[in-house]
């Protein structure tokens, strides 16, 4: 079965330091692996995901993540912190076979301190 | 950008009794899922639709659910003889293509709160 971690509760980042939000998951054979972030009182958008080829990529709002297959990792990043990245983020994993649905991480909730 | 609207925004009901959160998806999208977020837990996956039937639904999606397209533009999902345990925010997603790569677009959710 599919499953997602995220180690961390909470983040606290100043504004303008580089951010790291963790992930690691474990599936059988080749990870569909997504990042959503949810503002207050709002649903999850969609910020970037990771099917295949290059192991960086890059999202919306300047994120991106890495895909790392011997740690099983896929790392939300981004280099310089803005007090509005404040929110919940999820990391998700997806079945690659067929129309699975997506399993989530329990979130990670970033807060970036002026 | 379009996006999936869910109505009410915020559903009061008293156990026992039946509820409807309604959903409008992405116009072109064919891929429809429900999921629930109880307060301060994960988002958990409840059912997927397609070509107007369920593809596939989780353990939590019992006798007491049930979704339904009754029109070219709604998604609908009852839960009849509501708990306290219901009480969760409702997400309604909808995808363009149901192969594992496409994103769901979340709508911003449906807070019920059974008393």
């Known amino acids: 079965a599919q499953s997602v971690a995220q180690p961390e509760d909470q983040v606290n980042v100043a504004e303008g330091n580089p951010l790291t939000v963790k992930c690691t998951y474990s599936?059988?054979?080749?990870?569909?692996l997504f990042w959503y972030v949810q503002y207050p009182n709002r649903g999850l958008q969609f910020l970037l995901k990771y099917i295949t080829g290059d192991n960086l990529v890059k999202g919306s709002y300047g994120f991106e993540a890495e895909f790392n297959k011997s740690q099983t990792s896929f790392h939300l990043k981004k280099p310089s912190a803005l007090v509005s990245d404040s929110a919940l983020y999820f990391c998700?994993?997806?079945?690659?076979?067929?129309?699975?649905?997506?399993?989530f991480g329990k979130g990670t909730r970033l807060s970036v301190i002026a | 950008e379009p996006e999936v609207t869910q109505t009410p925004s915020h559903q009061v009901t008293q156990m026992g009794q039946e509820v409807i959160l309604r959903c409008v998806p992405i116009s072109n999208h064919l891929y429809f899922y429900w999921y629930r977020q109880i307060l301060g837990q994960k988002v958990e996956f409840l059912v997927s639709f397609y070509n107007n039937e369920i593809s596939e639904k989780s353990e939590i999606f019992d006798d007491q659910f049930s979704v339904e397209r009754p029109d070219g533009s709604n998604f609908t999902l009852k839960i009849r003889s509501t708990k306290l345990e219901d009480s969760a925010m409702y997400f309604c997603?909808?995808?363009?293509?149901?192969?594992?790569?496409?994103?769901?677009?979340f709508g911003d959710g449906t807070r019920l709160s059974i008393l």
């Open positions: 599936v059988s054979g080749n990870p569909y």
């Open positions: 998700a994993v997806r079945d690659p076979s067929g129309n699975t649905p997506l399993v």
């Open positions: 997603a909808s995808s363009e293509e149901g192969q594992g790569g496409q994103p769901q677009h």
